[in-house]
């Protein structure tokens, strides 16, 4: 089975903190994604990667960075936490384009 | 950018009913895929169904997609209460870029009773 783990489940976070949320997907795929959902807004993709170091932005990246030094881990970075990201982040990841993705189980962030 | 909408919001039926969710887009597509949401959960893959096919099967699932209308329909017979979840579509573009990333709609929360 493929598996896609995130690191945290529930993440607490101040204000300006800067905080990474790790991806790690065991199945050699090419492409890995990070989305947050809000409620009435559904997913959003804030980043994608189709290749280590590689990425491409999402419809709302502002406020984020990627890192993909490795093929099976894409860390999302939050530079400087707002009370605006508080969301559900999850990260997913295909072998090509268009492909099923295979989603994690999600980390519910709340930025205080 | 080309979006999934589906409709209803949101659909409460009794077990053993069938349940019919429809999603619509803007552009031009290479698949359409539909996805199921656990409350709280991570999004798991139902079934994908490409540009130049009408309908797919899978277990109690029957999709169905007409390109003409950029529609979508999702049918879940015989339900039982496991099948409460969000249900959700999303788009595949088939052209550049676009055919990375997968847009979803803002999903259907659909309640079986028992």
């Known amino acids: 089975d493929v598996k896609v783990t995130q690191s945290s489940r529930y993440l607490v976070k101040r204000t300006g903190e800067k905080v990474f949320l790790e991806c790690v997907q065991d199945?050699?795929?090419?492409?890995m994604f990070w989305y947050r959902q809000d409620p009435g807004l559904g997913l959003r993709l804030i980043y994608f990667?189709?290749?280590?170091?590689?990425?491409e932005k999402g419809d709302i990246p502002e406020g984020y960075s990627v890192s993909r030094e490795k093929k099976e881990r894409f860390s999302l970075i939050l530079e400087s936490a707002s009370t605006n990201q508080t969301s559900m982040y999850l990260c997913?990841?295909?072998?090509?384009?268009?492909?099923?993705?295979?989603f994690g189980p999600g980390t519910r962030l709340t930025v205080t | 950018s080309q979006q999934g909408e589906e409709d209803p919001q949101a659909l409460s039926i009794q077990e053993g009913e069938n349940a019919t969710m429809n999603c619509s887009y803007k552009?031009?597509?290479?698949?359409l895929q539909w996805y199921r949401q656990n409350s709280g959960r991570g999004l798991v893959h139902l079934i994908l169904?490409?540009?130049?096919?009408r309908e797919k099967h899978s277990g109690r699932l029957r999709v169905t997609l007409d390109t003409s209308k950029k529609s979508s329909s999702l049918l879940i017979t015989a339900s039982r209460a496991a099948d409460t979840a969000s249900y959700f579509c999303?788009?595949?573009?088939?052209?550049?870029?676009?055919?990375?990333?997968?847009?979803f709609g803002k999903g259907t929360l659909l309640t079986v009773n028992p």
């Open positions: 199945m050699d795929h090419e492409n």
């Open positions: 990667s189709y290749d280590v170091k590689m990425k």
């Open positions: 999303a788009t595949a573009g088939d052209s550049g870029g676009s055919n990375y990333k997968l847009t």
């Open positions: 552009t031009s597509i290479n698949n």
């Open positions: 997913a990841s295909n072998p090509g384009q268009g492909d099923e993705q295979y």
């Open positions: 169904i490409r540009s130049n096919e």
